[in-house]
DNA sequence: GTTCTAACA
DNA sequence: TGTTAGAA
């Protein structure tokens, strides 16, 4: 099937699908017009990118997890035991990220804080914007 | 009408 | 990632 058919069938846009290729996610053969065409087992393989990069994970991670991973129904389940150590990893680098951004949220609500005091009575020095 | 590559007010 | 231009 060409890229067209794809984007429809897996809810995602032919953007996306060539970037997953760029990325090394997707090998879709060639035709003789230079088109893609992909496999049906790219309709699967598709689902597993989103739902990994929904997860937080990013391309070079899902690279490596990706053919580790089978799917029962609608959920994706490793299927390599070295699998778990990498995905607890990634989940300590979102731990992070959300400890980064709960800090960056109480120095804002400090300056908000701040919009109560007297010093904030100085509005010429605001700027219409 | 569909897809391709490349590039960015 | 969206979008778009220009070509096939």
Known sequence: MRIGELARRTGTTERALRYYEEQDLLRPAR???GYREYVETDVRTVRNIRTL???GLNTVTIGEVLP???TDGEAL???CP???TVLLQDRERLTEAIDDLQAARRVLDAIIAGAGSPAARRVDACQPA
Do not use: K, Y
Request: charged share 15%; glycine share 0%; net charge neutral.
């Open 31 to 33: 035709r003789p017009s």
């Open 53 to 55: 990069l929904a997860a």
């Open 68 to 70: 580790c991973m089978v």
């Open 77 to 79: 389940v490793p299927a």
């Open 82 to 84: 070295e699998l778990s």
